[in-house]
């Protein structure tokens, strides 16, 4: 039983909503791949990869190889991409029926070498190109290698080749993106013409579908955008918000003139007050940095800040000029404009707001 009264509730319709409209972006043969890494940004990955598969996602993506068992188990029969695998679990990654992302030589070559020794045919895998990121992934100079470790061998199968956008929701690095696209194109060039196959293409992440179509390629994949975000806030207009994040008023009191309120007396009084005690804290993600007035909650449709300074499992709001009774809820966030405004506060973006909230907060979907 979880005691925690604090839920983040998953709004299906509107994952289905943003899905369509992200799809309307492109042609029609072109795939899409559903990011669900970090607990489908934060969310809940069973949740929403159980939904998405309905919905006829073509690819799931996640960063490590248990994500993808945890999907595997729970019966998603989807194909799963490890964009992050591991040395040591590739095995494990085989047994779970989930493809590679093969970012370096050292890896590409274990794989290869696995999949022979375990005489596996036509293993599908993927190649990631470092295009200006300089994060994961080959250069240019690297396909010679790559073709002819890839030649003379069926135990695996180059099912896609990818990049990655360095600044695909910032138009002022307009040039670098497109001659990141221009190198991306150049590189499938090379390796087209001597595998004698063209593998799947993708390089645009949510920020990439809207600002660059050139670079949509055969694959897109998707995973902000599905909450409800992208770069541009006139967009999300179109979008619907998919998380809220609800919760109850615990406690209040009446605070005398000077008085203090919480930890360090982080919050002194100059009026009376009425302040409210709310069950979330730093421990399930709201973090300590929201204290000191600087985000707000909403409590019976009104604005009240935050006071002193956020504890592990509960946090103080100034309710005086709110009319509300313990056991009222209230809502932390429940549109793009909160989590934007919450990241603010924060000095963050809405990624790490959304991936902060600990399991300690129950999900359900509606
Ligand atoms: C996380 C990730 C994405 C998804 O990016 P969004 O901006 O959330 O759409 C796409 N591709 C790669 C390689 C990623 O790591």
């Known amino acids: 039983m979880n005691n925690n009264p604090t839920v983040l509730e998953i709004d299906l319709s509107a994952i289905e909503h943003n899905l369509n409209f992200f799809r309307s972006k492109l042609h029609k043969a072109t795939k899409v791949l559903a990011v669900v890494k970090a607990s489908a ?40 991409l490890v ?30 070498d696995l999949a022979n020794r375990l005489k596996l045919t036509a293993y599908p895998m993927h190649l990631k190109f470092n295009t200006g990121l300089n994060r994961l992934g080959f250069k240019s100079s690297d396909t010679d290698f790559l073709l002819e470790q890839l030649k003379n061998q069926d135990s695996v199968y180059l099912y896609s080749i ?11 690095e307009k040039e670098y993106s497109i001659n990141q696209i221009k190198e991306f194109k150049s590189i499938s ?43 541009d806030p006139k967009l999300n207009s179109n979008l619907k918000n ?45 973090f300590r940095s929201f204290g000191q007035g600087r985000a707000s909650v909403e409590v019976n449709g009104q604005k009240a800040p935050i006071i002193g300074n956020v504890c592990m499992d509960m946090v ?19 549109s793009q404009q909160d989590i934007l405004d919450l990241a603010n506060a924060a000095s963050t973006i809405s990624y790490e707001i959304l991936t902060s909230f600990t399991n300690r907060i129950k999900r359900i979907s509606i």
């Open 189 to 231: 060039d090379s390796l087209v013409s001597v595998l004698g196959y063209r593998p799947v293409m993708h390089m645009s992440n949510t920020s990439g579908i809207i600002n660059y179509p050139e670079a949509h390629f055969d694959m897109v994949r998707l995973g902000l955008g599905l909450f409800g975000f992208t770069n």
């Open 316 to 334: 103080m709001i100034d309710v005086s000029n709110i009319q509300c009774e313990e056991g009222d809820q209230v809502i932390i966030f429940d």
């Open 83 to 112: 964009l992050h695998p591991q040395i040591n679990n590739l095995e494990l990654l085989i047994e779970y029926n989930l493809e590679p992302n093969l970012y370096s030589k050292k890896i590409f070559l274990y794989f290869l």
């Open 162 to 172: 990818f990049s990655h956008l360095v600044a695909s929701e910032d138009c002022n």
């Open 41 to 80: 940004y934060g969310s809940d990955p069973l949740i929403l990869s159980n939904f998405l598969e309905q919905q006829h996602v073509d690819y799931f993506a996640v960063a490590y190889a248990d994500e993808g068992i945890t999907l595997r188990k729970a019966g998603i029969k989807t194909p799963i």
């Open 242 to 286: 998919v998380l809220s994040l609800k919760t109850v008023i615990s406690q209040i009191h009446q605070v005398d003139i000077g008085e203090s309120v919480g930890y360090n007396r982080g919050f002194i009084s100059q009026k009376e007050m009425k302040t409210a005690t709310l069950p979330i804290g730093h421990a399930d993600g709201f």
